[in-house]
């Protein structure tokens, strides 16, 4: 009897005889817990839900059962170790920088991060907007103290939590800050890290040098705690261009996605890179630095799934290959793409499915379970091969 552990050791290893399948996020922790039983539901589901104080580290066992039960019934297969990280894959736990919430509102939630940013959250209509950025030139990076990587409060009851999941066969995942996008969640406002690139490349390298210090103490924390991998959030392209050129990919971000895949191997982890975006050019890249784990490679974003997997499933595990327009469409065009895809994954054993969007609000949750069952049925996953 195989469990997810070793299902996903086995996909790294090209041995699985089935298609694992992970679905990135929801669109809120209401839409996570409309699309699962309430015994499933678990305090630290969500970001948006966190206390006045910064505290995203480690849950109860109770807590614990229920995140389980939770993936099993949603079908992921990756447990993603602290509060609020395990909806929205790539975000959340100690290894973003902790957040907390400053006001709450019937439609809306306030949020603060440790290094000063706020963000306010509207949630229906959904709305985000991100203020207060710390840093607009060199002075203000210089002065900008980060909070300590090595405190241990950031990781009060990881080790444990990591135990307890590895001990029911779980796949632990530990979310880190990306090292492009974490300047514009975290530092910079996002037109300011685009025009640093191009206009103040001392900043830009100073900036990164900064927040990639830090993710390496923070990462190599969490495989002290007992992670199995980490997972990363750095989109580097829009629809139908990279946000910045090879040239400055490689100056400023491959370094630093080339140590953190160097620290994770030499603790026999993985990295598990979320990007989204038309980021062929820099595919080779990617595959330099080492990742062990890409997504979601969007068709709409111009990616042929097959000709990704024929050409990468040997360098690195395919994750994704799904349309952010999958869950609209009529059931029987998904169920022919699920078999389309599940025969893909016979062939390339080294491939997870994975959406690129998350879990709508609109979709029911009647809806979601239809598309669920569709998918074990067509990657032929029978229940008792595994928990």
């Known amino acids: 009897m195989m469990n997810n552990r070793e299902w996903i050791k086995s996909i790294l290893d090209g041995t699985?005889?089935?298609?694992?399948?992970?679905?990135?996020?929801?669109?809120?922790?209401?839409?996570?817990?409309?699309?699962?039983?309430?015994?499933?539901?678990?305090?630290?589901?969500?970001?948006?839900?966190?206390?006045?104080?910064?505290?995203?580290?480690?849950?109860?066992?109770?807590?614990?059962?229920?995140?389980?039960?939770?993936?099993?019934?949603?079908?992921?297969?990756?447990?993603?170790?602290?509060?609020?990280?395990?909806?929205?894959?790539?975000?959340?736990?100690?290894?973003?920088?902790?957040?907390?919430?400053?006001?709450?509102?019937?439609?809306?939630?306030?949020?603060?991060?440790?290094?000063?940013?706020?963000?306010?959250?509207?949630?229906?209509?959904?709305?985000?907007?991100?203020?207060?950025?710390?840093?607009?030139?060199?002075?203000?990076?210089?002065?900008?103290?980060?909070?300590?990587?090595?405190?241990?409060?950031?990781?009060?009851?990881?080790?444990?939590?990591?135990?307890?999941?590895?001990?029911?066969?779980?796949?632990?995942?530990?979310?880190?800050?990306?090292?492009?996008?974490?300047?514009?969640?975290?530092?910079?406002?996002?037109?300011?890290?685009l025009a640093s690139i191009l206009v103040e490349p001392e900043l830009m390298q100073a900036a990164v040098d900064k927040l990639g210090q830090w993710n390496l103490v923070v990462a190599e924390n969490m495989f002290k705690a007992g992670v199995d991998g980490l997972a990363i959030c750095d989109d580097l392209g829009s629809n139908h261009n990279l946000l910045m050129s090879p040239t400055d990919y490689r100056r400023f971000f491959k370094p630093w996605h080339k140590k953190i895949c160097e620290l994770a191997h030499s603790h026999n982890g993985t990295v598990h890179l979320h990007s989204h975006g038309a980021i062929h050019e820099l595919l080779d890249d990617l595959v330099d630095c080492g990742f062990d784990f890409i997504n979601p490679f969007d068709p709409d974003e111009g990616y042929d799934i097959e000709e990704i997997l024929r050409k990468y499933s040997d360098k690195f595990v395919v994750v994704g290959g799904f349309p952010g327009s999958f869950w609209y469409w009529e059931p029987s065009r998904q169920q022919q793409y699920l078999e389309k895809m599940a025969r893909l994954g016979q062939k390339h054993p080294r491939f997870i499915f994975m959406d690129s969007s998350g879990i709508p609000d609109d979709m029911t949750a009647r809806q979601y379970r239809e598309v669920t069952q569709m998918s074990i049925i067509a990657r032929n996953i029978k229940g008792k091969d595994f928990i």
């Open 16 to 193: 699985s005889r089935s298609t694992a399948q992970h679905w990135m996020s929801f669109f809120n922790a209401d839409t996570a817990r409309k699309m699962s039983p309430a015994e499933c539901h678990y305090n630290g589901m969500s970001l948006y839900e966190a206390g006045n104080e910064f505290d995203m580290g480690g849950m109860s066992h109770d807590d614990l059962g229920r995140l389980i039960d939770f993936n099993k019934h949603t079908d992921r297969v990756f447990a993603c170790l602290g509060k609020g990280a395990n909806i929205m894959f790539g975000h959340g736990g100690p290894g973003e920088f902790f957040c907390r919430t400053i006001e709450r509102g019937k439609n809306h939630v306030v949020m603060e991060y440790e290094t000063g940013v706020k963000s306010k959250i509207q949630f229906q209509p959904h709305f985000y907007h991100a203020f207060d950025h710390p840093v607009k030139d060199m002075a203000d990076l210089e002065a900008l103290e980060l909070p300590d990587p090595n405190d241990p409060f950031r990781y009060e009851g990881l080790k444990d939590n990591a135990e307890y999941l590895k001990s029911k066969g779980q796949y632990v995942v530990g979310s880190l800050n990306g090292f492009f996008s974490g300047i514009h969640y975290f530092l910079m406002d996002y037109q300011d890290t």
